[in-house]
C-alpha cells in the first residue's frame, strides 16, 4: 500500500510541474511517468486517463474565501508576502503557470477558467466587493507574474526584496481603486 501512494504522488507531483508549465495538450502521459520513473500503465490505474491526472492536479489548489480575508488591505498583504516570499528555484509550477499554460487548452480549458472563477475570482469579488476591480487585481497578479519571470523586465525587482513587495503593493493597490479615481 506504501508502494501505491508513494507511486500515485510521484505522478502527481511530476504531472503539476509538466503540465502546469508546458500545458496540457503539449504533454503526453508517456512524458509524466518516464519523470515520475514509473510505468505508464499507473496514470490509467489511479486516475483513469490524461484528463483524470490533470484534474487531480487541480484538487489541492488553494481557495481564496472572504471569511478568510476580511478587507482587500488584508488581502494584498498576503499576495505581496505569498509572492515575495514563495519559491525562486522553479521547481514546482505555480497556479499562476497552470492558468498561462492552460487556459485557452481545447481539451481542458474550461476546467482551468472553471477553476480559475470558483477558486480564486469569486474570493476576489467578495473581498474586494467589485467583479471589475477583482478582475483588474487578479489581471495585475498575472500581469507581475509575467513580467516578472517570463518576460524578465529589468525594471521588476528581485523577488522578496522591499523594491519588490512595494512593486507588487503599488499594482495591486491600484487594481483595488474605482477607475473614477
Request: proline share 2%; with cysteine; net charge neutral.
Amino acid at each position: 500500500m506504501n508502494r501505491s501512494i508513494n507511486t500515485k504522488d510521484l505522478l502527481l507531483t511530476n504531472a503539476c510541474k509538466i503540465f502546469w508549465s508546458k500545458g496540457y495538450s503539449n504533454v503526453s502521459v508517456r512524458e509524466i511517468s518516464n519523470a515520475a520513473g514509473v510505468d505508464v500503465a499507473l496514470i490509467a490505474r489511479y486516475f483513469g486517463s490524461k484528463r483524470g491526472l490533470f484534474e487531480a492536479t487541480l484538487e489541492n489548489l488553494t481557495k481564496i474565501e472572504a471569511k478568510d480575508v476580511q478587507s482587500s488591505e488584508i488581502l494584498i498583504d498576503a499576495i505581496v508576502e505569498l509572492f515575495s516570499n514563495g519559491p525562486k528555484d522553479n521547481v514546482k509550477a505555480s497556479p499562476i503557470s497552470m492558468i498561462l499554460t492552460n487556459s485557452d487548452d481545447a481539451e481542458v480549458g474550461g476546467i482551468v477558467r472553471q477553476i480559475q472563477y470558483e477558486y480564486w475570482q469569486k474570493g476576489l469579488e467578495d473581498i474586494i466587493g467589485n467583479k471589475h476591480q477583482a478582475a483588474m487585481f487578479f489581471g495585475a497578479i498575472m500581469g507581475f507574474c509575467v513580467v516578472q519571470k517570463s518576460l524578465r523586465l529589468d525594471g521588476v525587482a528581485k523577488v522578496g526584496s522591499d523594491m519588490y513587495r512595494a512593486q507588487l503593493r503599488h499594482m495591486l493597490e491600484k487594481a483595488t481603486e474605482s477607475p473614477e479615481k
